[in-house]
């Protein structure tokens, strides 16, 4: 099993913007959390330039604190020193937790929204988005297998120790979308209001791969020989790779496999004020109305891609070797790589292979947020964002609960994020919006050396923004004066 893990990792080698989508300026990047929330916005038509938010965080790679953070890391000042591995012979360039027993997780996430447009009609809101996204997820990987795989066979504290591991999973994908979203105000009570919105579109893969692991229970002898009592496990990959002799070439084809994505949500709003009475059209135009407090619930990233070009599945179900001498695993290229491993699990090069296509599914989550208005441009937001795995192989998004205050205007927003990321890292974010330019962080403590860098997290945006400025009916008397307010009075003579 672990001379699996050295190939794929070999092979596969290669969060939420919070300060972007929960205003009422958020507009196009809200409907990424909630479709719905695009119904009642303080923007009537808005136009993407640019989005663009990369995120990655990991429980076992690191680089020391106190020397290295993104800011060192990108402007050069880190110079990424060879160490020695701690057992057995080689060196690295970044340390780990090796020590650590806790299962270890990893996620990437790297997003570029792309020309898009938002606009408001009445009661009617219509937006088209383009983008394209790169998702890795680890989940649940034991450490010993990650020991194994980073610092090869050759080390010995994992020597003659028998494991018996399962469900864990490795999941990576590249794609690009082009999505249209609907929503629409649904109803107006007086102190209510209901919206609902749906996203919708097709994907374009451009490359994908993952392992999913159950029943493993190994042991290794030594640096050069493993014993695998048991092993069920699939890969997948459609990669930019020639596969028998590792040539890249990353534009053709440019797409290599094509599926759907979709996003639905609703959000209810409350305020002791009457919301406006649906009347005529030419009475009155499209303007945002104000709440006491907002709730809304969306299931995002519904969906899958199917690879259908360069696409190899293999299976590897009950099987087992007692004897495998890993320092006679050498192979050249892909192919080779998965033809030794096949050979010394089923006793035939070609017994593991499946099909010539597969399919990921997308990393689904349920996500609750509940937006309260304190006072005048004041409000204070909550959202929870809980993975859904319905199905494998699937892209895995982690846990994320988070507390946000927000000052909103016009012309600048300020948000500051605490979030709570994999159910036990808090962090504490920031971002800033000055007219249609933002830029932010849900993790501050990536720009500093003050603990090990374990990963990073930044984005930033550019939009022209037109606001809601319509007449309000609520407000003025005439043919078109919302009535509710005198008819409450009569009520409580």
């Not at 290599?256 to 009347?279: C, E, P």
């Amino acid at each position: 099993m672990t001379g699996m893990m050295l190939l794929l990792f070999k092979v596969l080698s290669a969060q939420s913007s919070l300060g972007l989508v929960n205003g009422n300026f958020s507009g196009i990047a809200g409907g990424i959390i909630n479709p719905s929330s695009m119904a009642n916005s303080k923007l009537s038509t808005e136009i993407n330039i640019f989005s663009a938010r990369g995120f990655v965080e990991n429980n076992y790679l690191y680089f020391p604190s106190r020397s290295a953070s993104f800011v060192k890391l990108v402007n050069g000042a880190y110079d990424y020193e060879l160490f020695p591995k701690p057992y057995g012979s080689g060196y690295r360039y970044v340390y780990s937790y090796y020590y650590d027993k806790s299962l270890k997780n990893a996620f990437v996430n790297t997003r570029v929204i792309g020309p898009s447009v938002m606009l408001t009609i009445y009661d009617h809101v219509i937006a088209l988005r383009t983008g394209a996204r790169a998702i890795s997820s680890t989940r649940n990987l034991p450490y010993d297998m990650a020991n194994f795989a980073y610092y090869t066979m050759d080390f010995r504290p994992q020597h003659h120790t028998y494991f018996v591991r399962d469900d864990y999973t490795m999941s990576s994908m590249a794609w690009y979308e082009v999505m249209a979203s609907y929503a629409k105000v649904l109803h107006r009570g007086q102190g209510n209001l209901w919206s609902a919105g749906i996203s919708a579109g097709p994907l374009f893969g451009y490359g994908g791969a993952y392992v999913t692991g159950g029943d493993t229970r190994y042991l290794a002898y030594n640096s050069d020989v493993l014993n695998v009592e048991q092993l069920d496990a699939e890969i997948g990959f459609s990669l930019p790779v020639d596969y028998s002799n590792n040539e890249t070439n990353y534009f053709k084809p440019s797409v290599r496999g094509y599926g759907w994505g979709m996003d639905i949500g609703i959000t209810w709003q409350y305020r002791d004020k009457a919301y406006q009475r649906r009347i005529p059209r030419d009475c009155y135009k499209k303007t945002f109305e104000e709440y006491d407090f907002r709730l809304g619930i969306s299931l995002i990233d519904i969906g899958w891609v199917g690879f259908t070009k360069n696409a190899q599945k293999h299976a590897f179900e009950n099987v087992h070797n007692n004897w495998i001498e890993v320092n006679e695993f050498i192979y050249t290229n892909i192919h080779d790589g998965i033809k030794t491993a096949s050979e010394w699990l089923y006793g035939d090069s070609t017994a593991s292979f499946r099909d010539d296509r597969m399919r990921i599914y997308l990393p689904t989550v349920l996500s609750a947020q509940f937006d309260y208005h304190v006072r005048n441009a004041w409000y204070i937001n909550t959202t929870a964002i809980v993975p859904v795995k319905y199905v494998s192989p699937m892209v895995e998004h982690p846990f994320v609960l988070s507390v946000t205050p927000r000052y909103e205007s016009r012309w600048l927003e300020v948000n500051i994020p605490v979030v709570l990321y994999d159910y036990k890292y808090p962090r504490i974010g920031l971002s800033v919006r000055i007219d249609g330019f933002t830029i932010g962080t849900d993790n501050l403590q990536c720009l500093t050396s003050v603990r090990d860098f374990t990963g990073a997290d930044i984005y930033v945006s550019y939009r022209i923004m037109l606001r809601n400025e319509g007449k309000n009916p609520f407000l003025s008397r005439g043919a078109c004066y919302n009535t509710w307010r005198t008819d409450l009075k009569k009520l409580h003579r």
